[in-house]
T-cell receptor, first 116, second 113 residues
């Protein structure tokens, strides 16, 4: 079964450093998302992306965050200057194969980010 | 805006017993509803989804859920749980096709041998 893949699976970074989390969505999907889950808490929506632009973002997704689809396969989340509170599991997701009915959002395995 | 409430933070059942996890949603129109499962340190796996049609939906691993519009609920059920079902279960609601989905806080399921 096709899957969303994410790299790295775990990254430790120093506060203030830039981090890029990478994702390869399912190949024929058109909608892309980033979510995060702080340890022990619920999964929170960050941003959705369609047709090479952000379609919606949450309050969490401030100017420190950016997303990009630099080529036809990758979808990246950049955190410009990490803070301790950015420590979380970040999930990439995709949905919407051509011709589908309704949305089924498929999630990757996540990237653990630890800011020290 | 849509929202989801999972009233039970922890549920403990014995292996072989039946299971029901509760989920209530808030949304003005017909919602898109989902149940995901997350094992420790793992990603989110889709168990089942409801968009329209038959209000009783079947999912993977023997799970089913029933959409009840009158109660704004989408409870997850399984007739007989296995030790491997121990995990965190998240209910989620979406407003429309390919719209973002909003998660509940999750219910952690513990299985007694």
């Amino acid at each position: 079964e096709p899957e969303v893949t994410q790299t790295p699976s775990h990254q430790v970074t120093q506060m203030g450093q830039e981090v890029i989390l990478r994702c390869v969505p399912i190949s024929n999907h058109l909608y892309f998302y980033w979510y995060r889950q702080i340890l022990g808490q619920k999964v929170e929506f960050l941003v959705s992306f369609y047709n090479n632009e952000i379609s919606e973002k949450s309050e969490i997704f401030d100017d420190q965050f950016s997303v990009e689809r630099p080529d036809g396969s990758n979808f990246t989340l950049k955190i410009r200057s990490t803070k301790l509170e950015d420590s979380a599991m970040y999930f990439c997701a995709s949905s919407g194969p051509l011709g589908s009915t309704g949305n089924t959002i498929y999630f990757g395995e996540g990237s653990w980010l630890t800011v020290v | 805006a849509q929202s989801v409430t999972q009233p039970d933070i922890h549920i403990t059942v014995s292996e072989g017993a039946s299971l029901e996890l509760r989920c209530n949603y808030s949304y003005g129109a017909t919602p898109y509803l989902f149940w995901y499962v997350q094992s420790p340190g793992q990603g989110l796996q889709l168990l089942l989804k409801y968009f329209s049609g038959d209000t009783l939906v079947q999912g993977i691993k023997g799970f089913e859920a029933e959409f009840k519009r009158s109660q704004s609920s989408f409870n997850l059920r399984k007739p007989s749980v296995h030790w491997s079902d121990a995990a965190e279960y998240f209910c989620a609601v979406g407003a429309g096709r390919d719209d973002k989905i909003i998660f509940g806080k999750g219910t952690r399921l513990h299985i007694l041998p």
